[in-house]
């Protein structure tokens, strides 16, 4: 059965409750962030490719998520303040949610059931892991980033290790903007 990622609920990193719909007809980065994480600057990146590619329809939704090693362990208005004035992330964020286990937030339900396999840089412990695995896989850190379609299907799982300048994540987000 397909869950419509756009009815889901969300609430912005402010509280305000919102779905997905208010991004429909566009093409949707959706990633796991974490403040303390060593991925953590691929804030500036994920900013650049909202930068570039927004006017073509592209958004990149960040969901701060505290899964693992406990990386993102400040409030929501902590996060946002973080986000805002070290890197200067004007995409849109989201509150804090489980990305993992119990308690997980339907939105990464979703994607975990619906969403492809992996893909990852080569030489890569989280792709390595994966390939050995074929089955259904949990998030694997911070910065997992799934691709969705303007129609809402979800058409690109990237690896945290694979950083948002990879031309693989590129060429990827190009062809679902068209």
């Known amino acids: 059965m397909t869950t419509d990622l756009f009815s889901i609920p969300v609430k912005r990193i402010d509280g305000t ?12 980065l959706i990633v796991n962030v974490a403040s303390e994480c060593g991925l953590t600057p691929q804030y500036d990146g994920l900013e650049k490719l909202y930068e570039k590619y927004n006017a073509q329809g592209l958004a990149v939704l960040g969901f701060p998520a505290n899964e693992f090693g406990a990386q993102e362990p400040g409030s929501n208005e902590q996060i946002h303040e973080f986000c805002r004035g070290t890197f200067g992330v004007k995409f849109p964020m989201f509150e804090k949610i489980v990305v993992k286990g119990p308690g997980i937030h339907p939105l ?9 396999r992996v893909k990852a840089p080569e030489g890569s412990k989280i792709g390595a892991k994966a390939d050995a695995n074929p089955g259904k896989q949990d998030i694997h850190w911070n910065f997992e980033k799934f691709l969705v379609s303007r129609d809402g299907k979800i058409v690109g799982r990237f690896s945290p290790d694979m950083t948002p300048e990879d031309p693989t994540l590129v060429k990827a987000i190009e062809t679902a903007l068209g």
């Open 108 to 116: 990464y339900e979703t994607l975990i059931a619906e969403g492809p």
């Open 17 to 28: 409750p919102s779905t997905l719909g208010a991004f429909k007809g566009k093409v949707l």
